[in-house]
């Protein structure tokens, strides 16, 4: 018999309280996400769904609950004071692991024979994001690394496999020992950041392979089976993979110096490291690690594009079931005029995201010239805006919960802490920013590519046409680094428009247009300019 809580107590009725969600229909209930696959990737349409289902689950979503509020924990000596250097995770993170790999979430986009592999992993990030977004990163990295690997096919060829088997195996072994495999990065240290050529690490040779002395500032997934990393040697700053097992089958001498104690993904664990001389293996040419390591960061940031969209969609869907099933004035809280303003313009940053996020994804996929070139710069906008618009999209969401929505029984505390995390990873605000204008600088024909994508919505709509002329008016003599920021947003935001012209609902296309590009909004959500639909619009949330 299902327990049923005791809503008659000593001192008054319980009602008008929204019961809370246990599983989260995160497919069904997504209309735009599905014509987006159909138009996109169809022959995914079925394997998305069911990972949809299985993320979804309660099971999942009580995993993602357990994983976050369980943190890992670094262990650094075993019982006998042997140097381990291992993290210890709870169960629900090693489960959630397990279902995203075996459902291909890092291998499906090489693994795949059926167009549409970049959306349907794009979509994967989506929906997972929407549950335990700390165990994307690890698979997110692996999937990445694949075409990073490429540059030294020797290597490639030995690690591809593992990482491509679509198999969860947490054992702390040698990689052949291994069923599956995944793929750290360390980049940044303490004194540079973002400007990696500031980094110190050395590296020396050592017969076929070279050894690593340093540190890094964020080892992201510290125990993954190796890392891509850069360190300085007499050519210049050089790329690397660094197992955590040398080819003798002892442990590398990869210390683990502490855990990040991070405001969210808690889930994940990030880590501060040394080399201490760590035997490591050359990928790619000696002098040219930046350009290297520079593909797994562009497949990285499609995720950290895709991700936002994920946040925002959960973060709206439980504004919409609570507003939806709580009364307020004598009347459901969805149906007030003003809440529905909110919710709608809430609803119009999230399409935007979604079929940015998207179609950057079908770039991916892509093997022409000027689809590339797109993608090496509409990758950098959405990733720009979309995760500008999060941590105060989320914000807006709690308040329509109210102040059940500030406590952390519910999912918007763990939403709102992770908001702003991938503005900040892969490259923040400014350093997308200037890669836009360095792209544009050095790939004139990626500015040419999303030139004419933007083209192709002409004629359907006057003020996104008269948007876009006015934007190619100001910047046709070339933009300042103190532009960078402007012309990010105004690029982002005319692509959007121009996705939903083509592909979107028609009054959502409008609206944004309306708002975003035509200058009829206010400075908050919920700011919409008269006429706009607000009802029509929250039903399709």
């Not at 169960?91 to 795949?112: C, F, I, N, Q, V």
């Not at 940044?188 to 690490?201: F, H, I, P, V």
């Not at 990285?300 to 504004?319: I, K, Y």
Request: net charge negative; glycine share 8%; charged share 20%.
């Amino acid at each position: 018999m299902a327990f049923k809580p005791q809503t008659n107590l000593e001192t008054h009725k319980v009602f008008n309280q929204p019961e809370p969600r246990e599983a989260l229909p995160l497919w069904a209930e997504d209309a735009p996400l599905r014509a987006a696959i159909e138009r996109l990737a169809p022959a995914h349409a079925g394997h998305l769904d069911g990972f949809a289902q299985t993320i979804g689950s309660a099971e999942s979503v009580a995993q993602g609950r357990a994983a976050n509020r369980y943190p890992p924990e670094l262990k650094t000596f075993d019982r006998a004071g042997r140097r381990i250097d291992e993290v210890e995770f709870h169960p629900a993170y090693h489960d959630l692991m397990r279902k995203g790999l075996e459902a291909g979430y890092s291998s499906l986009a090489w693994t795949t024979g059926d167009p549409g592999g970049h959306v349907a992993h794009a979509a994967m990030v989506y929906l997972l994001t929407q549950v335990e977004p700390g165990t994307c990163c690890p698979m997110t990295m692996t999937y990445a690394a694949v075409p990073a690997l490429a540059s030294s096919p020797e290597l490639s060829a030995r690690w591809r496999p593992g990482l491509l088997s679509a198999r969860y195996d947490p054992a702390a072994l040698p990689a052949a020992e291994k069923a599956g495999l995944t793929i750290g990065m360390a980049m940044t240290e303490k004194q540079g950041g973002s400007d990696l050529r500031a980094n110190q690490t050395r590296a020396e040779r050592d017969g076929a392979g070279y050894r690593l002395t340093g540190h890094k500032w964020f080892c992201s997934a510290p125990m993954s089976d190796a890392f891509l990393t850069l360190a300085q040697t007499n050519e210049g700053l050089t790329c690397f993979l660094v197992p955590r097992w040398q080819p003798d089958g002892t442990r590398n001498a990869i210390q683990l110096m502490r855990l990040k104690d991070k405001l969210g993904n808690r889930a994940n664990a990030s880590a501060e490291i040394e080399y201490h001389s760590a035997w490591a293996e050359l990928l790619g040419e000696p002098g040219r690690g930046v350009s290297t390591i520079i593909e797994m960061v562009h497949h990285t940031r499609l995720d950290t594009a895709m991700a936002p969209a994920g946040l925002m969609h959960r973060a709206l869907s439980e504004a919409a079931y609570w507003t939806r099933n709580r009364m307020a004035f004598g009347a459901p809280l969805v149906d007030q005029p003003l809440m529905q303003a909110v919710l709608a313009d809430l609803a119009l940053d999230w399409l935007g995201a979604l079929a940015i996020g998207l179609r950057v994804a079908q770039a991916f996929d892509s093997t022409s010239d000027s689809e590339r070139a797109f993608a090496r710069l509409a990758v950098a906008l959405a990733k720009y805006w979309s995760n500008k618009r999060c941590p105060g999209f989320v914000v807006e969401a709690m308040e329509c919960v109210g102040g059940s929505g500030y406590v952390e029984d519910g999912p918007m505390p763990w939403l709102y802490r992770e908001a702003p995390l991938n503005a900040i990873w892969e490259g923040s605000g400014n350093i997308v920013c200037l890669d836009v204008l360095r792209t544009i600088r050095k790939q004139p024909e990626a500015l040419d590519a999303l030139a004419a994508e933007l083209t192709l919505a002409r004629g359907t709509d006057r003020a996104f046409d008269a948007a876009l002329d006015a934007t190619l008016s100001r910047y046709a003599s070339g933009v300042a680094d103190a532009e960078a920021r402007q012309f990010t947003e105004r690029l982002a935001l005319l692509l959007q428009a121009s996705l939903l012209l083509r592909h979107g609902d028609q009054l959502a296309a409008s609206a944004f247009i309306r708002t975003r590009l035509d200058g009829d909004w206010g400075r908050t959500y919920g700011t919409l300019s008269e006429g706009i639909d607000a009802a029509r619009l929250v039903a399709m949330i």
